[in-house]
């Protein structure tokens, strides 16, 4: 019971695998796409995807600011940023992390409270990177 799984990012198609069942990180919690699921558009939250085959996870991949279409034979996800987390950086999150604090920051004083909510999503996603990063690079030294 396989779903045909496609993942793109605005420059290239990342993936397109079959695979036993994808673990998505929807904004409102994490939701496996299989098959015979019901028809739905699902908004993304920085997070990893978790792609399965025959009950292991066989992938995984760091995802942010996109959406994911599911339907019973499939899932297409559209991010603006996919990446194996082997390629986190977590120097790059803690960087970034600094930069939108500062834009923030910046947000609160003019009380731009639509940049603020942008910020608070970008925000989250430069911790997850971080934390990913660090965790990855943990295992590595196990």
Sequence with gaps: MSIELEIISPEKVVLSQVVDMAVLPGLEGDIAAMKGH????????????????????????????????????????LAKCIRKLNELSEQEGIERLAKLQQE???????????KQRELIDQIQGANVIIDLAASHKHNQTL
């Design 104 to 114: 923030y920051n910046s947000a609160s004083n003019s009380n731009d409270t639509v």
């Design 38 to 77: 019901i028809p739905m558009i699902l908004l993304l939250r920085a997070g990893v995807i978790d792609l399965y085959q025959d009950n292991k996870v066989i992938d995984r991949l760091f995802v942010e600011d996109g959406f994911a279409e599911m339907k019973e034979t499939g899932c297409t996800v």
